[in-house]
């Protein structure tokens, strides 16, 4: 019984220590699928909060009238029914190419440029260089 109990706090403390170094931060895929899926709910805040600190500053609050509306025409289209994505990482850099398809059969295509900044896969407008 002590055993069993031993290796379940070393496993709980190899987590924590797991979790403390980022390793469960998201991945590039992760961050797209997440910021359509913020701005699909109207969570424009938390949407805002996944662009590089670069187009925060630059856009302002322009981004929020972009993603507001963004948010009108998901739901348009009945809603999100499934992101498919496909990363190239290099680096600190990466490039999501992503398929969207909505509850009324339409679909989108695109790719979307990511920076790791402090850790953290962040949106950024432009190509990666």
Known sequence: MK????????LVMMMALLASCGLFKPGPSKVVKNFYHDVEAGKI?????????????????KLST??????RK???????KSIDTKENITGDLAKVEYTVTYKDGSTEQGTIDLIKEKGDWKIQLGPNK
Do not use: D, H, P, Y
Not at 66 to 71: A, I, K, L
């Open 3 to 10: 055993l069993i109990s031993l290796r379940a706090t070393v």
């Open 45 to 61: 805040e938390e949407a805002t909060k996944l662009f590089s600190a670069q187009v925060q500053q630059t856009f302002g609050s």
């Open 66 to 71: 972009v993603m507001s509306s963004q948010t």
């Open 74 to 80: 998901i739901e348009q289209k009945g809603g999100i």
